[in-house]
């Protein structure tokens, strides 16, 4: 629309100015008044300033077009760094659950063997106790560990959706 209203007024300035050169302003012929000539140079003044209100108006626009698009772009990076990161997080809760599976397992058959053996040395006993309560510290670490991860990927999760 500035395009449109811009290329009128650059038409009605010619026409004005090519009347004015030619001393003959809707159809009065060379002698015309001061006052129609001061009215033309009025006029056109008037539609010189309004060109120039129109095409810095359309330049507003267009700089205004550059930093939407400029932040689209920023988003759409952003977007795509998030749903990278959300992938990796994904992939190390899927490996952490499968440590905490195994270490479960390791811990079950190691309480297991301890019940079947009637008898240990003391020697024996404390060392597996120690294992055990290691095992259980490290299996903690884990769930603590994959809680932490499930937190990230709702955050994220949260934060894609509000993106939308």
Same mark, same amino acid.
């Given at each position: 629309?500035?395009? +449109? ?39 056109? #003044? ?15 626009? #267009? ?19 998030? #749903? ?12 952490? +659950? ?10 079950s058959e190691e309480a297991s063997e301890f019940a079947a053996r009637k008898a240990f040395s003391m020697q024996d006993r404390e060392k597996l106790e120690n ?34």
């Open positions: 629309q500035a395009e +449109e209203d811009s290329a009128s007024l650059r038409a009605q300035l010619n026409t004005l100015q090519q009347q004015v050169m030619s001393n003959s302003y809707s159809g009065y012929a060379v002698g015309t008044s001061s006052e129609q000539t001061l009215a033309m140079e009025k006029e056109i #003044q008037d539609l010189q300033a309004q060109l120039k209100q129109e095409s810095l108006l359309r330049q507003q626009e #267009q700089q205004k077009l550059a930093e939407e698009s400029l932040l689209r772009q920023q988003d759409q990076q952003r977007l795509a760094e998030e #749903q990278s990161r959300t992938t990796s997080l994904a992939v190390e809760k899927r490996e952490m +659950e499968e440590k905490i599976a195994a270490l479960t397992k390791k811990s294992q055990l309560h290691d095992m259980a510290l490290m299996v903690e670490r884990l769930e603590g560990s994959r809680q932490k991860l499930l937190m990230e990927v709702f955050d994220f999760a949260f934060l894609l959706f509000s993106l939308k």
